[in-house]
């Protein structure tokens, strides 16, 4: 059997239809490129864009030059890393990052240290939360950059982002947050919470796939990023290419709708979650959520349950698109080094699922996942016990 019920909202989700309907137009009529201003084709294009730009900077308090467009996160987290690291060498060459963050951060750190770039990982305690203590204290002289996510998307925990920024910003050190699985679903306001740099995606928050944008901060601090792809001087010369028109204005109505919504959607999530834990462990016992029960982005549930291993019941609850953790490492059948970092030792990590939840997810959805969970893990515990 196929799976048929989508609960993997932190790998993806479907674009909604009045995002699609937004951007329509914009693949064969109002086709033009955004930089071709000497003519209609073009400016109507650019108005689009301009729009766009502004609805995606006033969404995070962030002014309209401060967007650059990109193809996503992981393409804004290498850009953000290297970017920064290399304009801002004549300060020094460290930066700190965090042992859970996505591969499109640790990757890109891996990178800078085989370059001459030192890099210190913060640990997190058992949920999953950065320890701040320790962050301040690594702070020094050459310190160029702080990067820490805002929420995760293995485990959902929100970090204290408000608190780093702060300190950040007291030290005079920059502050760049991936916020792909926070922003759309919980608020973010980068004046308030002092971030200096922003990766967002919009396919997370039910916008088109490969569009995404950083946010950089253009004064009090200016954040110095060079470039990692040459060319034409589209997007001040930060990101040139073609701008992917129908994906920007995409990109705005699904943040657009998120902001409307999300408050509602956040309420529907929670209530969602806290019946699943507590059917699960009445009839079943033996689950514990991983990550912090309240401090979490409400659109994910990460359930480690005990003498169950996760490939086993995913396989088993085929009608269900659910994972084992992220979804690269899902792919590569790896353990995750999330769940590892947390410190309850390596068995947990092959002991745990991640449901996330969408705009598509029913009440229905989640009765029928309760029921066959119940089931599934009698039946495996029954067989491996
Ligand atoms: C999905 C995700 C990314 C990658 O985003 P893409 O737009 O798919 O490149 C990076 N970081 C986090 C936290 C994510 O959840």
């Not at 309209?64 to 060459?93: R, Y």
């Not at 929100?158 to 300190?167: D, H, L, R, S, V």
Request: aromatic share 6%.
């Amino acid at each position: 059997m196929e799976p048929k019920i989508f609960l993997d909202g932190n790998a993806t989700t479907p674009v909604d239809k009045r995002v699609l309907d937004s951007m329509l137009p914009y693949f064969s009529k109002v086709y033009g490129n955004p930089a071709s201003i000497d003519h209609t084709f073009g400016t109507e294009a650019n108005d689009a864009v301009n729009n766009a730009r502004q609805t995606i900077a006033s969404a995070i308090n962030a002014k309209p030059e401060e967007i650059i467009f990109t193809s996503g996160a992981t393409e804004a987290d290498n850009l953000a890393l290297q970017g920064i690291m290399q304009a801002n060498s004549d300060k020094g060459k460290h930066l700190i990052t965090c042992v859970t963050e996505h591969p499109a951060i640790l990757e890109t750190t891996k990178i800078l240290g085989e370059k001459g770039f030192e890099v210190t990982y913060l640990p997190v305690d058992k949920l999953g939360i950065v320890d701040v203590k320790m962050l301040e204290k690594s702070i020094r002289s050459d310190t160029v950059l702080v990067s820490i996510m805002a929420a995760n998307n293995e485990i959902g925990t929100i970090a204290p982002i408000e608190e780093i920024g702060k300190i950040t910003r007291f030290q005079k050190v920059y502050f760049h947050t991936d916020a792909a699985q926070a922003v759309g679903h919980i608020p973010i306001d980068v004046e308030v919470m002092n971030i200096d740099c922003m990766s967002i995606s919009a396919h997370k928050m039910h916008g088109p796939k490969g569009i995404g944008a950083l946010y950089i901060k253009q004064s009090n601090p200016r954040v110095r990023v060079s470039p990692m792809l040459f060319g034409g001087g589209h997007e001040r010369g930060v990101r040139p290419g073609t701008l992917n028109v129908p994906g920007v204005v995409g990109f705005a109505k699904a943040l657009q709708i998120a902001k409307k919504e999300m408050k509602a959607e956040a309420k529907c999530f929670q209530n969602w979650r806290k019946h699943l834990l507590e059917h699960l462990s009445s009839e079943c016992g033996g689950i514990e959520l991983n990550g912090h029960p309240e401090i979490r982005i409400p659109q994910n549930v990460n359930l480690f349950i005990e003498g169950v291993e996760n490939k086993v019941l995913i396989n088993r609850l085929k009608e269900f698109a659910i994972s084992a953790g992220s979804a690269c490492s899902t792919i590569q059948a790896k353990e995750s080094h999330v769940i590892k970092a947390l410190g309850f030792g390596n068995h947990r990590s092959f002991n745990s699922i991640r449901i996330g939840f969408s705009r598509v997810t029913t009440q229905q959805n989640i009765e029928l996942l309760n029921n066959r969970l119940v089931e599934e893990i009698s039946t495996i515990r029954k067989i491996f016990g």
